[in-house]
């Protein structure tokens, strides 16, 4: 990419060389000589504040929110974030516009949502790769993920790596705060989709307004840009909650449709739910799913929207159905045969828990026991309300440490406590014994949930050498489970 092309792409007509530029850069401590740096402002910190440092690293050019006194190249712009997207879809080739791209939004169901399409679609013989909160695939090989949206320089590196590899499709999950700092800016959707709206993140937020504000961005704002570059999205939005039904009103995209229980295009109110999974119809085709419970159901439905979207036939779908592949950490079944049925989720906000529980308690025979606990350095508004979800629907309660980070255990369980009756639940910080303890206590035909963890493979706490550090260590409740019912079966033959 040329220098003078930096014009181009912010629309300004500055005087400048047509060097090269060696890459885009917006964390100061990277900048090389040759490089364009862009200065962002972030919560904590303010890249124009280093600027003089930046300068002494030679790049040929710097894009600012305000004048800074410099001897080189500099662009002045209303949003360094927004032209740190516009800059990097344009350094790596705007590769979104040259393959199908799927955004999911909502505050559950995202990450199972992009399993299951990108299942569909490669089952279809679309070759798809997939953006999320477990994992990144780009085509060739599959690893994990750090944020559930990358930055802007690092997405449309994989983009263009992604079309590189052969992917005609890919998926990604699009997070609020993606949204607010243009993480997704210059990204050109084909297709988008609403699951829900519940409390989450409002210490980022400030309240539920703001972040419904967010999310209607990418059916708004992003739906806009998609038609300016000749896309024609459609967009996929469920009108179970009254914000879906909000979104029907605003949304821009070229073509929408809707899912939900009722009174929708796709409606699952109809279909059949037991332990062996999920039966309905799409059209006059019947199909039929191993997932499980009607939160999948709604899933399943925005799959079959999107795939509509995309022009593949009700028929196909139907057939493809049954071979989709389930999600790591997500409703993941352990079971023994002399034993209780163990599942492993990783809800961790009220609504998730609670939907979660629902479903355990129309399967199961006997007891209901739940694990879990919140996460440290996050939102405590919804500690009480998941403690009261947990009472609610179990019979029994163990409260127990979920990457309580640089916070005090205790005082991350009291506050779940705080949420339920005295003497209800049973509190072991140490997660391996609130597990194990939950696990002896189980017997044949009850159902176990360990919520929380899911996928992850790490418990996060304080490092006892540095409170304000946070020490992650080997923790995986998949694996912990099977050893301890292995452990359990020994002790009982």
């Known amino acids: ?154 997405l449309h590196r994989l983009l263009k790596q992604m079309k590189e590899n052969g992917c005609e499709a890919v998926v990604m999950e699009v997070s609020s705060h993606a949204l607010d700092q243009y993480r997704v800016g210059s990204v050109c959707f084909d297709e988008v989709v609403f699951l829900n709206l519940s409390p989450e993140h409002l210490d980022y937020h400030l309240n539920l307004n703001s972040y419904f504000d967010a999310k209607k961005k990418l059916f708004t704002e992003w739906m806009e840009f998609s038609k300016q570059k000749k896309k024609f999205p459609h967009a996929s939005i469920c009108i179970d909650s009254s914000y879906g039904r909000r979104l029907v009103q605003s949304q821009k995209a070229s073509r929408y449709s809707t899912f939900g229980e009722f009174d929708a295009d796709l409606c699952y109110g109809e279909f059949e739910f037991s332990e062996k999974g999920i039966k309905g119809k799409i059209g006059n085709s019947t199909f039929h799913s191993p997932l499980l419970g009607r939160f999948n159901a709604q899933n399943l439905c925005s799959v079959l929207s999107v795939g509509r979207g995309l022009g ?7 057939e493809v159905i049954p071979r989709l592949d389930g999600v790591p950490g997500r409703l993941q079944r352990i079971a023994m045969e002399s034993g209780p049925t163990v599942i492993v989720d990783y809800a961790h906000k009220p609504d998730a828990l609670e939907k979660v529980l629902e479903l355990i308690n129309e399967l199961s025979s006997g007891k209901v026991i739940t694990v879990f606990g919140c996460g440290g350095d996050r939102d405590r508004e919804k500690r009480p309300l998941m403690g009261a979800v947990a009472e609610k629907f179990s019979d ?3 409260v127990t440490s979920d990457n309580p980070r640089t916070e005090d255990p205790d005082v991350i369980i009291q506050e779940i406590l705080n949420g339920m009756q005295e003497g209800k639940a049973v509190v072991q910080p140490d997660r391996f014994l609130a597990i194990r303890g939950a696990l002896l206590s189980a017997k044949k035909g009850d159902w176990v949930l360990i919520a929380g963890k899911g996928h992850e493979k790490v418990q996060k706490g304080r490092d006892p050498l540095n409170p304000e550090k946070v020490l992650e260590v080997s923790f995986d409740d998949v694996q912990i489970s099977h050893e301890i019912l292995k452990d359990i079966l020994k002790g009982s033959s």
């Open 1 to 154: 990419m040329k220098l003078y092309e930096v014009n181009e792409v912010l629309n300004q007509s500055i005087s400048v060389s047509d060097g090269e530029i060696r890459s885009i850069v917006s964390n100061h401590k990277k900048v090389q000589a040759g490089d364009l740096f862009v200065a962002i402002k972030g919560t904590h910190f303010d890249g124009h504040s280093v600027v003089d440092e930046v300068l002494r690293k030679k790049p040929l050019g710097i894009v600012t929110e305000k004048k800074i006194e410099v001897d080189i190249p500099q662009w002045i712009v209303p949003s360094s974030r927004k032209a740190l997207a516009e800059l990097a879809s344009h350094f790596f080739g705007n590769p979104s516009q040259y393959v199908k791209m799927i955004g999911i939004t909502g505050t559950s169901g995202k990450t199972t949502t992009s399993f299951l399409i990108r299942s569909l679609l490669n089952q279809l013989g679309l070759k798809t790769g997939l953006i999320g909160t477990i994992e990144i695939d780009d085509g060739k090989e599959i690893i994990s993920s750090e944020l559930t949206t990358p930055g802007p320089l690092e």
């Open 396 to 398: 029994q309660v163990w």
């Open 312 to 318: 593949v036939s009700d028929e196909q779908m139907a």
